[in-house]
């Protein structure tokens, strides 16, 4: 009976380092899974960042360029403006110039009508 036990004993303990041994196996495969799925998940991750970062550097550019265009078209349109203000300017001086000769025609030819009528 005893020896009966002890073989029972034995049985017992030896399917129960086959148990630990697979219990340590499986672990240790889930650990190195999970190793591979962290290291995957960091390529992508820094995939996406460096995508991120690339797309932010393109923006950026074409922000400053848009920019650069805008204050350049800002200050055209302002050269241009000026340049009209002072066309209009110089017309109005010659209208004002022209209505002037046109008075002293005006009162030239009363004053001869005037005379021719007298």
């Known amino acids: 009976k005893r020896e009966?036990?002890?073989?029972?004993?034995?049985?017992?303990?030896?399917?129960?380092?086959?148990?630990?041994?697979?219990?340590?196996?499986?672990?240790?495969q889930a650990r190195a899974d999970a190793a591979d799925r962290e290291a995957a998940l960091r390529a992508v991750i820094a995939k996406l960042e460096a995508e991120h970062d690339s797309h932010r550097q393109r923006s950026e550019?074409?922000?400053?360029?848009?920019?650069?265009?805008?204050?350049?078209?800002?200050?055209?349109?302002?050269?241009?403006?000026?340049d009209l203000s002072g066309a209009v300017s110089t017309r109005d001086t010659e209208m004002d110039a022209l209505r002037g000769q046109l008075e002293a025609q005006k009162k030239a030819l009363e004053a001869v009508q005037a005379q021719q009528g007298s």
Request: glycine share 0%.
């Open 61 to 82: 550019v074409v922000i400053s360029e848009h920019r650069s265009a805008s204050e350049q078209a800002t200050r055209s349109l302002r050269s241009q403006i000026s």
């Open 4 to 28: 009966q036990h002890d073989q029972l004993r034995a049985e017992m303990d030896r399917r129960l380092r086959e148990s630990d041994m697979a219990l340590n196996a499986a672990l240790a």
